[in-house]
């Protein structure tokens, strides 16, 4: 079970997923070449290099991706998300799953 | 009708459910094969991550699964589809909902349950129902039913859910502890603090006048078929804050519409359905 953790992240907590499997719920500002340069539910910056088979058709996407840094994620899979997500509660939910009382019993 | 039945011996167990007599030898065991005794948690559902899953524990082979020691039915996840494995008798479904992955197997029937469950894609969010199964150790969900997502808040609604009922069964309800001073708090007998005890939880999340009116009802003794007067409750939820006419009427209409109370002879009359 454990090779197939994805925790689902934001922004600043990519720092601590460093070389970890995670899940990026963005919304894609634009593309260059093959990577997109994505805003994540607190709104910060995040480049994320395309697979070559990513379909990403919507506004909002659940990238599912590696860690490279703080800043960069590599994309394993992407779910479309549609044009329209409430990314103040999504970054709630985010924070919520990465709470000490719920992560690793829940999450 | 019942009441009759009550004062003949033979019918009084019958409200224990079982059917068999509580006083006999073999009272703690089911009666009957085939006759399960089912607790009610083995009827519900529960919303679930795939780690709960995984961590989840049973006795024995036939034992009921307990997540955190509280047991659990059917249970209910939201994830990515990963894969659809087709085969002669069954649909393996791969679901990876960020916590760790989780098969979910559905037993094939005829065409039109083909149909029924064509509409999911592989790389989308999925809803899937059933039980926790094993086999040859493997840990599997038995799908009595499975959708695609099409709200895409549901999966995050879905996580917060989870939060939400796995915080619930470690802690009580939420804003227990204030309910319980709040009500103790109004100037009633021990006895009908009592009697309104195993209702309040229910009652928490109505507003203070419908909640004193439902407590002062289930305080006086429901001993005649016509109810309670309007007139009594209104002079008995008097001391409670933002009480007027208007406000004991709207109360009264509200919780007629929720079915907890319903008029009996007349319009001012109430009983506690």
Not at chain 1, 81 to 93: A, C, K, N, R, Y
Not at chain 2, 137 to 160: C, Q, S, W
Not at chain 2, 169 to 188: D, I, K, V, W, Y
Not at chain 2, 196 to 220: C, D, G, K, Y
Request: hydrophobic content about 35%; overall charge negative.
């Amino acid at each position: 079970m454990a090779e197939h953790v994805s925790t689902r992240v934001n922004g600043k907590r990519l720092a601590e997923y460093v070389g970890r499997t995670v899940r990026l719920v963005c919304k894609v500002l634009q593309f260059k070449g093959d990577s997109a340069l994505v805003e994540t539910s607190d709104k910060m910056q995040v480049e994320v290099r395309l697979s070559k088979d990513a379909r990403v058709t919507d506004t909002y996407v659940e990238v599912v991706g590696k860690v490279n840094d703080a800043t960069t994620v590599t994309m394993m899979a992407c779910i479309n998300m549609g044009s329209d997500l409430d990314m103040e509660l999504v970054d709630f939910t985010i924070e919520t799953i990465n709470d000490p009382r719920f992560l690793g019993s829940i999450f | 009708m019942s009441q009759q039945f009550g004062s003949n011996p033979y019918y009084q167990n019958n409200n224990t459910g079982g059917g068999y007599l509580t006083g006999s030898p073999y009272g703690g065991s089911p009666s009957s094969p085939g006759q399960k005794t089912r607790s009610a948690a083995a009827q519900s559902l529960r919303p679930v991550k795939a780690k709960q899953l995984a961590a989840a524990t049973q006795a024995h082979a036939d034992a009921e699964w307990k997540i955190e020691d509280v047991e659990v039915g059917q249970v209910t996840i939201v994830g990515h589809l990963v894969t659809i494995q087709p085969q002669t008798t069954n649909s393996v479904y791969w679901l990876d909902d960020g916590t760790g992955r989780v098969e979910a197997r559905h037993w094939k029937g005829g065409d039109e349950d083909n149909d029924k469950w064509g509409d999911v894609s592989e790389g989308t969010f999925v809803r899937v129902t059933g039980t926790l199964k094993t086999f040859n150790g493997k840990r599997y969900i038995n799908a009595t039913h499975i959708r695609p997502v099409k709200e895409p808040m549901e999966t995050y609604f879905h996580d917060l859910e989870c939060v939400y009922v796995t915080h619930f069964f470690r802690h009580g309800p939420l804003g227990q502890g204030n309910e319980g001073a709040s009500s103790t708090g109004t100037n009633m007998s021990n006895y009908t603090t009592q009697a309104s005890t195993a209702h309040r939880e229910e009652w928490a999340h109505l507003n203070p006048v419908q909640r004193a009116i439902l407590e002062f009802m289930a305080s006086v003794p429901d001993d005649n078929d016509e109810g309670v007067h309007v007139g009594a409750i209104a002079r008995a939820v008097q001391g409670t804050a933002g009480v007027n006419d208007v406000s004991i009427s709207t109360a009264l209409d509200a919780l007629m519409d929720d079915g907890r109370i319903y008029t009996t002879t007349d319009e001012s009359h109430f009983r506690l359905s």
